[in-house]
Nanobody, 125 residues
């Protein structure tokens, strides 16, 4: 079992920044890829960013490329999502996910095995 707990969400004005954290426990964190997804009200869950087990490979959705940065600290069993230049359309519940059956960064939600409970990010205009 893998437990994932997100934190760092909140309310921010457009143009501001937030850093989300996802703390993992339960299994060997540095053996699997991690991802961030988000779901806005009335919309499907969508991919945001992913990182390989080593951190050497990162993958971003076009909508966040250049504004968001995913990183990980395997010593702390934590993955981060630094979000800069936030826009109102970034408002959503953000979820982190772990892909224990694969080590490569992947945008496909079906490749993730465990999910956190989510943290709300609200960007005001």
């Amino acid at each position: 079992q893998v437990q994932l707990v997100e934190s760092g969400g909140g309310l921010v004005q457009a143009g501001g920044s937030l850093r989300l954290s996802c703390a993992a426990s339960g299994r060997t964190f540095n053996r699997y890829a991690m991802g961030w997804f988000r779901q806005a009200p009335g919309k499907e869950r969508e991919f945001v960013a992913a990182i390989s087990w080593s951190g050497g490979s990162r993958y971003y959705a076009d909508s966040v490329k250049g504004r968001f940065t995913i990183s990980r600290d395997n010593a702390k069993n934590t993955v981060y999502l630094q979000m800069n230049s936030l826009k109102p359309e970034d408002t959503a519940v953000y979820y982190c996910a772990a892909a224990i059956t694969g080590a490569a960064a992947t945008p496909h939600s079906y490749e993730y095995d465990y999910w956190g409970q989510g943290t709300q990010v609200t960007v005001s205009s």
